[in-house]
């Protein structure tokens, strides 16, 4: 799973108004990776490359127990609640943010291999999807594309800002199936993750940034028209 785990940040920000910003749900959506790579990065964690490891993703995820066991992804989530709350003093808008890291484990559970553990210990966990590409690779288009749809339909802001961050996952998820996979775990790898991370996430907060900036320029138009000699004689009839 790669794009599919922004559809739970776009969701929610479609579902909700007191959730976080875009750009904050994108970086909770894959919180738990942004870990893995910086872990694996310091030695901390561990990944290989093995071609044919699962017919998608040559990865051998053989060690990740502080980001990809249930627990650790319970406590990184915890965390990132504790830490909106902490900025924004809103309490559903960390619950919110806090459900969207949670929920990269129980993606990654449907793909992975068995690799995933409840607490870094056995039985390792997975539902395999990464080995049948017919299943997964509607699955992911349809649940990432499907809350993008959602979004746009609930914010009702501008329409090319979304398209741009649509064409953009849509490119990256290319890049991932069909270009050439990496040669070997190491700096070039880890560093291309989390500037992919870096990436998608500027690009959700400006597309944030926009439906806002509509909302003002909308409040200034409303401004413009409003009749203050209007607005005296409709109060004083209802007096």
């Keep these: 799973m790669f794009i599919g785990h922004w559809a739970p940040a776009l969701a929610a920000a479609a579902a909700s108004k007191k959730s976080p910003g875009l750009g904050t749900l994108f970086v909770a959506a894959q919180l738990v990776d942004w870990g893995f790579f910086g872990l694996a990065w310091a030695g901390v964690e561990h990944l290989r490359i093995i071609p044919g490891h699962t017919a998608m993703n040559p990865m051998d995820l053989y060690h990740m127990p502080y980001t990809h066991s249930l627990l650790g992804s319970a406590v990184w ?5 504790a830490l909106l709350w902490v900025v924004l ?4 808008a960390a619950l919110i943010g806090g459900a969207v890291v949670l929920a990269h484990w129980f993606l990654d559970l449907l793909v992975h291999a068995p690799d995933l553990t409840l607490a870094g210990s056995p039985p390792p966990l997975g539902l395999g999807l990464w080995n049948y590409p017919a299943i997964e690779m509607p699955l992911e288009l349809g649940i990432t594309f499907g ?3 959602w979004y746009a339909k609930a914010r009702q802001g501008p329409v090319l ?5 649509g064409g953009v996952l849509a490119l990256i998820q290319a890049v991932n199936w069909f270009g050439p996979p990496p040669a070997e775990a190491g700096p070039q790898l880890y560093g291309t993750a989390l500037f992919a991370y870096t990436l998608l996430a500027a690009l959700a907060w400006w597309v944030g940034r926009t439906l806002c900036y509509e909302i003002l320029r909308e409040i200034q138009r409303e401004a413009r028209q409003f009749d203050p000699k209007e607005f005296r004689i409709l109060a004083s009839q209802d007096v």
């Design 77 to 81: 989530a915890a965390g990132f609640a």
């Design 89 to 92: 003093r809103d309490r559903s």
């Design 161 to 165: 800002p979304v398209l741009a961050l």
């Design 147 to 149: 809350a993008l749809a």
